[in-house]
Each structure stands twice: as structure tokens, then as C-alpha cells.
């Protein structure tokens, strides 16, 4: 009986882990509108976050695909017909990647390093219609932690409930 106990706890954990993986990614929307540019909040002045000059084209393609997978970044943008398409570089489209996840995820250096293949630079790098601006990057609409909450102890209910109802 306390196998199962523990078995069926387990599999609540997992449940509540694989349904809060699924939430939103984060938007870049280069169209929103404009406010202030950079970031001027942990770091002196304004700046962005782009590839470094020294950086290898696998380097910057690892740290991209990290970016676009894992780090949540909306990369349709940097995608054929997208407005920062052009120019069709690994370092042009690392750069916007990495930019708009540093401007969304904290605005520090460690939300500018991507394994050494970032750095920071105080000249916008926004071009034509392609925008690096801050105000343009908008976090994603993941739900609050007490949303999370109230189905998790939804689930410790059932799960008690059916334990207790196993006994009787």
C-alpha cells in the first residue's frame, strides 16, 4: 500500500511538470509600440545584447537554437519574410535572438552570455523594420504560480480522496 502511495504521488508530480512545460513562448513583436529602447535598468546606460564579433558560425548556431528552442524566444522574426530576416547572417539573426532574450529575461549578464558567444554593445542595433528596442519584446503569457497551485492541490485531494476510499 505505500508503494502506491508513492507511485501515485509521482505521478502527480509528473503531471503538474509535463502541463506547466506546455505554457506560451515569448513574443517579439517588432510592430508593438515604441517606448524606450535598451535596457537601462542593472547595467550603466542603455544597451543590447548581441553575438560576439570572435564567436564561431557553430558557436552562434548552437547558442540560436538554444535560444529559440529552450530559452523561448519567438524566432518567426529572424524566419524567411520576417522583418529582421535580412540580412540572412547566423551573426544578424543570433543577435536578434539573443537581444530578445535578454531584454525578457532579467536584463544582466547572465541573460547576455549564451556560452560566451554574446556581448553587449551601447549602439542600437535595430535597422529598417527590424526593432531591438525593449518595449518591443514582450514576456510571455505563462500563467501565475497560483493558477499552478490551485490544480495542484485539486490533484493532492483526489489523490487523497482515492486512498482513503482504497482503505475502506
Known amino acids: 500500500m505505500r508503494t502506491q502511495f508513492w507511485i501515485f504521488l509521482l505521478f502527480l508530480l509528473l503531471l503538474n511538470f509535463f502541463s506547466q512545460a506546455a505554457r506560451p513562448v515569448m513574443t517579439i513583436r517588432p510592430e508593438s509600440l515604441v517606448g524606450p529602447q ?4 542593472f547595467l550603466e546606460g542603455t544597451t543590447w545584447c548581441v553575438a560576439r564579433p570572435g564567436a564561431t558560425q557553430a558557436e ?6 538554444w535560444a529559440c528552442g529552450i530559452g523561448r524566444v ?4 529572424i524566419e524567411r519574410h520576417g522583418d529582421c530576416y535580412e540580412p540572412d547572417t547566423i551573426v544578424s ?11 525578457t529575461n532579467g536584463n544582466n549578464r547572465i541573460a547576455c552570455y549564451f556560452g560566451g558567444t554574446a556581448t553587449f554593445t551601447k549602439i542600437n542595433p535595430s535597422y ?3 526593432s531591438y528596442d525593449a518595449s518591443k519584446s514582450e514576456v510571455s503569457t505563462a500563467r501565475s504560480l497560483s493558477e499552478y497551485k490551485a ?9 487523497v480522496f482515492s486512498l482513503i476510499s482504497r482503505r475502506d
Do not use: E, P
Open 128 to 130: 529598417g523594420k527590424c
Open 93 to 103: 539573426h543570433a543577435s536578434f535572438a539573443f537581444n530578445a532574450y535578454y531584454q
Open 60 to 65: 552562434l548556431q548552437r547558442a540560436l537554437d
Open 74 to 77: 519567438d524566432c518567426s522574426v
Open 38 to 41: 535598451g535596457n537601462t535598468t
Open 151 to 159: 490544480r495542484w492541490l485539486l490533484l493532492m485531494y483526489i489523490g
